[in-house]
């Protein structure tokens, strides 16, 4: 079964930048996506980045030109670098995963991804 576990959350300034890392195991397929989710207090989980086995990319619009995201194929490690962070970037951050037929989608779609991590709290202060 897949695992993901993330970490590298924790309280920043407005301004600053942090880096998130989800460390995955017990896929069974080559193909799969990994994305990063985020949940504010009292809002709905959205959508952040997905990466593809291939390096194949979506952000959202949201956070384009502040938050990069990249893969360590080796380590099985999707990475979320994040910078110019603001107060509305806080929240929970989770990695989830969908392997197999599932990996050619591309998106925020919450019920797409089979597999979600435990969440790491980003805080960003003001």
């Known amino acids: 079964e897949v695992q993901l576990q993330a970490s590298g959350g924790g309280l920043v300034q407005a301004g600053g930048s942090l880096r998130l890392s989800c460390a995955a195991s017990?896929?069974?397929?080559?193909?799969?996506?990994i994305g990063w989710f985020r949940q504010a207090p009292g809002k709905e989980r959205e959508g952040v980045a997905c990466?593809?086995?291939?390096?194949?990319?979506r952000l959202a619009d949201s956070v384009k030109g502040r938050f990069t995201i990249s893969s360590d194929n080796a380590k099985n490690t999707v990475y979320l670098q994040m910078t110019s962070l603001n107060p509305e970037d806080t929240g929970v951050y989770y990695c989830?995963?969908?392997?197999?037929?599932?990996?050619?989608?591309?998106?925020?779609?919450?019920?797409?991804?089979?597999?979600w991590g435990q969440g790491t709290q980003v805080t960003v202060s003001s």
């Open positions: 017990g896929f069974t397929f080559d193909d799969y996506v």
């Open positions: 990466i593809s086995r291939n390096d194949d990319i």
């Open positions: 989830a995963a969908v392997e197999g037929e599932g990996s050619y989608y591309r998106g925020f779609i919450l019920w797409k991804y089979d597999y």
